[in-house]
C-alpha cells in the first residue's frame, strides 16, 4: 500500500541553527500537506503544496514540492524554541480525500 | 467561536469495557475523521466520513467502531475488542474535495485513553 515516510524521525538543534525535514511517497500526490504538532498539543495545519516543483514560504519556513510529485520539503532558518514540535507531512491516497500522515520529525530546539 | 471538540481530555477505562469518545464541531465540515496516536509515533486513520450515515474504514478499524447520525457529530466507540486500545485519540474534520481542491483538516485538542 501506499508509504508516505519522513526523515529523520529526530532532530536536535542549537538555537539559531537551520533544521530540514523530508517527505517521501511511495506513489505520486496530487498535493502534499504539512502540520505541526507542539509537545502534548494536536496537529495544526501549516501549508499545502500543489504543483510540481513548487516552493512556499511562511517567514522562516521554506516549503517545497519535488517535481516528480513524490517527495517534498521542510526547512525552517534560524530556528527558535518556538519552533519545537513534531512536523508531520500528508499526502492524499489516489481517487479519495482520506490522507496518509508521515511517520514525523521530532525537532528539539537546544538554547 | 468555531472549531472542534473533543471530551473528555483524559479518559480511564477498566479492560473488556467499552468507551465512547466523543467530537463535535461547528465549522460546518462535511468530512469528518478519527486518528490514534501512539506516543513518539505518526497519525493512524481509524476511521472517516464524508457524509451523514456514511463512514468507511481506515487503515486500523478493528476494534473500533463510530456513527455519523449528525454532521457535526462523528463520535468513535472503542470496543473491548480492541487489543490495545490505550493511546491518544484525535478527531479532525474538513472540507470535502470540490473541483479538484484539497482541503486541510482540522483537528481537535483529542482524548488520551488508558485502559488498564
Known amino acids: 500500500g501506499q508509504q508516505v515516510m519522513q526523515i529523520p524521525q529526530y532532530q536536535h538543534v542549537q538555537e539559531g541553527e537551520d533544521f530540514t525535514t523530508y517527505c517521501n511517497s511511495s506513489?505520486?500526490?496530487?498535493?502534499i500537506q504539512w502540520y505541526k504538532q507542539r509537545p502534548g498539543g494536536h496537529p495544526v495545519f501549516l501549508i499545502q503544496?500543489?504543483?510540481?516543483?513548487e516552493v512556499k514560504k511562511q517567514k522562516r519556513l521554506t516549503f517545497q514540492f519535488g517535481e516528480a510529485k513524490k517527495n517534498s520539503s521542510l526547512h525552517i532558518t534560524a530556528t527558535q524554541t518556538t519552533d519545537v514540535g513534531t512536523y508531520f507531512c500528508?499526502?492524499?491516497?489516489?481517487?479519495?480525500?482520506?490522507?496518509?500522515f508521515g511517520t514525523g520529525t521530532r525537532l528539539k530546539v537546544l538554547a | 467561536d468555531g472549531g472542534i471538540t473533543q471530551s473528555p481530555k483524559y479518559l480511564f477505562r477498566k479492560e473488556g469495557q467499552n468507551v465512547t469518545l466523543s467530537c463535535e464541531q461547528n465549522l460546518n465540515h462535511d468530512a469528518m475523521y478519527w486518528y490514534r496516536q501512539d506516543p513518539g509515533q505518526g497519525l493512524r486513520l481509524i476511521y472517516y466520513?464524508?457524509?451523514?450515515?456514511?463512514?468507511q474504514k481506515g487503515d486500523i478499524a478493528e476494534g473500533y467502531s463510530v456513527s455519523r447520525e449528525k454532521k457535526e457529530s462523528f463520535p468513535l466507540t472503542v470496543t473491548s475488542a480492541q487489543k490495545n486500545p490505550t493511546a491518544f485519540y484525535l478527531c479532525?474534520?474538513?472540507?470535502?474535495?470540490?473541483?479538484?481542491?484539497?482541503?486541510?483538516?482540522?483537528f481537535g485538542p483529542g482524548t488520551r485513553l488508558t485502559v488498564t
Open positions: 500528508a499526502g492524499p491516497t489516489s481517487g479519495t480525500y482520506k490522507y496518509i
Open positions: 503544496l500543489v504543483k510540481s516543483g
Open positions: 506513489t505520486t500526490l496530487s498535493n
Open positions: 466520513s464524508q457524509i451523514v450515515n456514511d463512514f
Open positions: 479532525a474534520s474538513s472540507n470535502i474535495f470540490k473541483a479538484g481542491r484539497a482541503y486541510e483538516q482540522y
